[in-house]
T-cell receptor
Framework: DAGVTQSPTHLIKTRGQQVTLRCSPK?????VSWYQQALGQGPQFIFQ???????QRGNFPDRFSGHQFPNYSSELNVNALLLGDSALYLC???????????FGPGTRLLVL | GESVGLHLPTLSVQEGDNSIINCAYS??????FIWYKQESGKGPQFIID?????DKRQGQRVTVLLNKTVKHLSLQIAATQPGDSAVYFC????????????????FGQGTILTVHP
């Protein structure tokens, strides 16, 4: 049973560029949440997707956007990258109506 | 906004000892809590969860205790092993903004557990 997968594992970008991160949920899950984890901090909720719609959003600017596809996979897009966007981006999947979220390995983004 | 915090940022124990990791939460409306283990370079791994209508739940070598009166959560690890060395996070489900199905998790800062052989 495949767990949550994310790609790429690492990414280096420069300020002002745009980035797209990808996530495939755990088999049988239909809900995807994205988190940002700065070094030495706990993950912070960005947003959650269910039925291809953003259902809930954390305190992140509009530069952060996402998408969910009919197969439940998801993308996180970040525009106009800032140095402060450097972090580990985590995807978590769950089943609608069940709180337990399972995390992927993350994508390490470095903005220079 | 509401947040979840940890009392002890680091904990060092000897192999075979029992470990207790504590967590304080401030949102009295939270009804679901979860513990994760995160090893270096990896994503958080689910350990155990508990709903607010319970005060104790046991898993394999782990026990979570919930004290709603003082808004305190703890994770007990029995017979701690070197492989248990990691950062441990508690998180709460923010159900107040849309029901439990939305599942926004609010994380604490984390506790670094180091197990010495």
């Amino acid at each position: 049973d495949a767990g949550v997968t994310q790609s790429p594992t690492h990414l280096i970008k420069t300020r002002g560029q745009q980035v797209t991160l990808r996530c495939s949920p755990k088999s049988g899950h239909d809900t995807v949440s994205w988190y940002q984890q700065a070094l030495g901090q706990g993950p912070q909720f960005i947003f959650q997707y269910y039925e291809e719609e953003e259902r809930q959003r954390g305190n992140f600017p509009d530069r952060f956007s996402g998408h969910q596809f009919p197969n439940y996979s998801s993308e996180l897009n970040v525009n106009a990258l800032l140095l402060g966007d450097s972090a580990l981006y985590l995807c978590a999947s769950s089943l609608a109506g069940v709180e337990t979220q399972y995390f992927g390995p993350g994508t390490r983004l470095l903005v220079l | 906004g509401e947040s979840v915090g940890l009392h002890l940022p680091t904990l060092s124990v000897q192999e075979g000892d029992n470990s207790i990791i504590n967590c304080a939460y401030s949102n009295s409306a939270s009804d679901y809590f979860i513990w994760y283990k995160q090893e270096s370079g990896k994503g958080p791994q689910f350990i155990i969860d508990i709903r607010s209508n319970m005060d104790k739940r046991q898993g394999q070598r782990v026990t979570v205790l919930l004290n709603k009166t003082v808004k305190h959560l703890s994770l007990q690890i029995a017979a701690t092993q070197p492989g248990d060395s990691a950062v441990y996070f508690c998180a709460e489900n923010d159900s107040s903004t849309g029901g439990t199905s939305y599942g926004k998790l609010t994380f604490g800062q984390g506790t670094i557990l180091t197990v010495h052989p």
